[in-house]
């Protein structure tokens, strides 16, 4: 190309006018941090580190062509062209085409690139090519024309007249230490001291507006956390304002310039902002017009590896506006809450981890006193230990269904030692111990301050159980407002605490117990209809004591054992005749009762065998209990014992529907002594008709 060719391109270019840009790319950081370029329909953004794009990166991490910018179909689209780090928009590199919305922003290395719309130049402005210092230049470079970028065009966006990483409060360098206001200082010394006393975020949120009210010309302010549930922390929209102070009691809380917001927190910096009135987001909104905001600060709440937050504070003021020394003090302080909010989450970390050890322990204890195998040899138990075995690993709901005191409990557990949850927590709760609102905080927790007596924070029982399993016993007594809510959690759904606004998430296996007919409850509207089919995923049944009888010899000798040892007594059998009494009661206490039976029989027994007279049984049972011999039914008759040891085998033969190994464990005999002494009296079984 001639110089004749140069000179008349570069005269073109100068000739030409652009119409007001509608939309336009911002650089954010890098070396030409604050400047812009104007987009326009019909053409292609090139960008890479090559002379020959649109908008040159010089940076090694930029490919030669890296990707572009154009309009298609009424968007703004970006496209990746095949570069070697990638482009990266939310930390993850793209693929394909991506909208651009208004704020959103992509990386390329170091350097952020964010896309604004509906931008606004001043009145009577427009945008020309190779103008000013305060726009964009385009020239020909060996005949390729390409974007020279250069500081923000004027009256388009907010101007950032400070940043700062660091604030010279914490610096270690005299001079600095020096230049520090002696009062601000001190201030930060009391502060520290105010907030070390709280536990609660949003008291100390409240403090400290206060003290940076006290100190900058700030009108409007607030701090913003992100929930600790909340792993976007890249989106500032997820921000919670945790605490509001403004000079005016009528003027609510607004969010102003996404802009700010977003350089702040992606450049975890301090930014003091004015003429914020220029930013397109700002202007869309007749609130924020109408509060006259003329400059910003956003500082960050960080630690050395996270973003909590965001600490916002406006001025209406424009002789008056927040000025480098508020950022430097607006950053101290947000250092030292970034600090006591860490503290406070480890706290709650800690004390929620001590919950579920105290709850561990418990539950060891209990486990001490309560044998969590299932004792028993009969069918239904064999039966019972096989479906355990099969539902236990899948992770699914289960209901438990009993009299009480059959060991529903003793079920829950085997079905949690034998899961994928067995090192995770068992946390057990009876829902018909409390009143609703108890049971409701017991189950949730509670904030502190929700109500009368609630002076702390309380963990509730499904995050107690957070990895684990929870036992809730006798579920069919939870109120119709629990039962929604839990309802919720089954589903997979956040809850919130007992007077508390944030979500609570939990990872838990809910096995159920109840001794009532929920399907008559449903019926009658006292249990929910949807709750009942989501808890009844698997069912187990356990048969009442007096259904399986060749049980109950089995139990006592293992309760004799274990009370034995407890109460250093040396108990070491028990005779057949307190075992056929055992054997006929009804047990209407089921196995809670034999268990609560045969404790007494070893603290009560004068010797080292139980006999009959240790044995006190109630007479709710009495008449669930066989029949038994010819001598229990008539008294006493002047018979030889031959007579009566006949009858009480028979007797026993009769009740089990002559199963004779059924008998012969009842009577402690052999089987093969049953068959002698059957056939010493002659006897067979009857036919049957």
């Known amino acids: ?30 070396p030409a941090e604050g400047s812009s370029v104007p987009l326009q329909v019909g053409q292609i953004i090139t960008i890479g580190r090559a002379q020959t794009n649109r908008l040159v990166i010089p940076d090694e991490i930029c ?8 309009y298609d179909s009424g968007v703004w689209k970006l496209r990746d062209l095949g570069s070697r780090n990638g482009t990266r928009v939310n930390g993850e590199p793209i693929s394909g085409d991506i909208q651009l919305t208004d704020g959103r922003q992509f990386q390329i290395g170091s350097t952020f690139i964010a896309f604004t719309c509906n931008t606004r130049t001043g009145a009577g402005d427009e945008v020309g090519v190779n103008t000013t210092a305060n726009q964009i230049n385009e020239t020909v470079n060996h005949g390729q024309r390409h974007t020279v970028l250069e500081p923000r065009p004027s009256g388009q966006l907010p101007e950032i007249i400070h ?33 070390a006393e709280e536990t609660d975020v949003r008291v100390l949120a409240s403090i400290v507006l206060d003290e940076i009210f006290a100190v900058t010309s700030a009108d409007l302010g607030a701090v913003l956390l992100w929930n600790e549930a909340d792993s976007s922390y890249r989106d500032h929209r997820n921000l919670d304002v945790v605490a509001y102070k403004s000079r005016d009691a009528s003027r609510p809380f607004e969010r102003i310039s996404d802009y700010v917001t977003n350089m702040a927190l992606e450049s975890r910096t301090a930014i003091v902002a004015h003429d914020i009135k220029s930013d397109g987001q700002f202007t869309a909104s007749d609130s924020l017009r109408a509060m006259q905001a003329e400059s910003i600060i956003c ?17 209406t003021n424009p002789d008056n506006r927040l000025q480098a020394d508020d ?33 561990e322990n418990k539950t060891l204890r209990e486990q001490l006193l309560i044998e969590t195998e299932l004792v028993g040899d009969s069918e239904s138990i064999r039966r019972l230990r096989d479906r355990i075995l099969r539902i236990a690993p899948t992770g699914a709901t289960v209901l438990i269904r009993g009299e009480s005191g059959v060991g ?17 927590p068992f946390v057990t709760m009876n829902c018909a111990a409390l009143s609703e609102s108890l049971l409701e905080s017991e189950l949730f927790g509670h904030e502190k301050g929700s109500f009368t007596g609630a002076v702390s924070r309380k963990i509730g029982k499904f995050e107690q159980a957070h ?48 001794n009532r007919d929920l399907e008559d409850s449903v019926e009658q509207g006292r249990f929910r209809k949807d709750l009942y089919f989501r808890l009844q995923v698997m069912e187990l049944v356990v048969e009442p004591l007096r259904e399986r009888r060749t049980d109950i010899a089995i139990l006592a000798k293992h309760f004799m054992q274990r009370f034995s040892k407890k109460c250093g007594r040396n108990v070491t059998s028990i005779l057949p005749a307190a075992m056929s009494t055992l054997v006929n ?90 068959d002698r002494k059957l056939k010493k009296y002659e006897v067979e079984r009857p036919s049957r008709k």
């Open 299 to 315: 500082a960050p709440i960080r630690t050395s590896d996270r973003l909590l937050g965001l600490i916002q504070l406006y001025s």
């Open 467 to 514: 990895g684990g399993t929870i036992f809730l016993d006798e579920v069919g007594e939870m109120s119709p407002a629990i039962q929604a809510k839990f309802l919720r959690v089954l589903e997979g759904h956040p809850y919130e605490r007992v007077g508390g606004g944030g979500e609570v998430r939990v990872d838990v296996r809910v096995v159920a117990a109840t």
């Open 327 to 359: 950022a430097e003090f607006a950053l101290a302080v947000a250092d030292q809450l970034a600090v006591l909010i860490e503290n406070l989450n480890e706290r709650r970390r800690l004390a929620a981890g001590l919950a579920r050890v105290e709850t």
């Open 408 to 424: 529903k409990e003793l079920v829950a557990r085997a079905i949690h030692q034998h899961s994928s949850r067995a090192d995770g």
């Open 163 to 195: 940043r700062t990483e660091t604030t010279r409060y914490r610096s270690p360098d005299v001079a600095n230490v020096h230049e520090v206001r002696g009062h601000e200082a001190q201030r930060l010394v009391r502060l520290g001291l105010r907030m």
């Open 585 to 674: 009661y009804g047990w209407p206490g089921n196995v809670r009762e034999l268990q609560n039976t045969i404790e007494r029989a070893v603290i009560l027994c004068s010797g080292d065998t139980l006999a009959p007279v240790d044995i006190q049984l109630s007479a709710l049972g009495r008449s669930d209990a066989p029949a038994t011999s010819s001598l229990s039914n008539s008294g006493y008759r002047a018979v030889p014992i031959d007579v009566i040891e006949q009858e009480h085998i028979l007797a026993t033969l009769e009740w089990t529907k002559w199963n004779k190994s059924q008998a012969a464990h009842i009577l402690e005999i052999e089987r093969s002594t049953l």
């Open 63 to 70: 490919s030669r062509n890296h990707c572009e910018v154009f």
């Open 1 to 30: 190309m001639t110089n004749k060719q140069a000179v008349d391109d570069t005269a073109i270019i100068k000739s030409s006018r652009v119409v007001k840009p509608t939309a336009q790319l911002v650089i954010r950081s890098g």
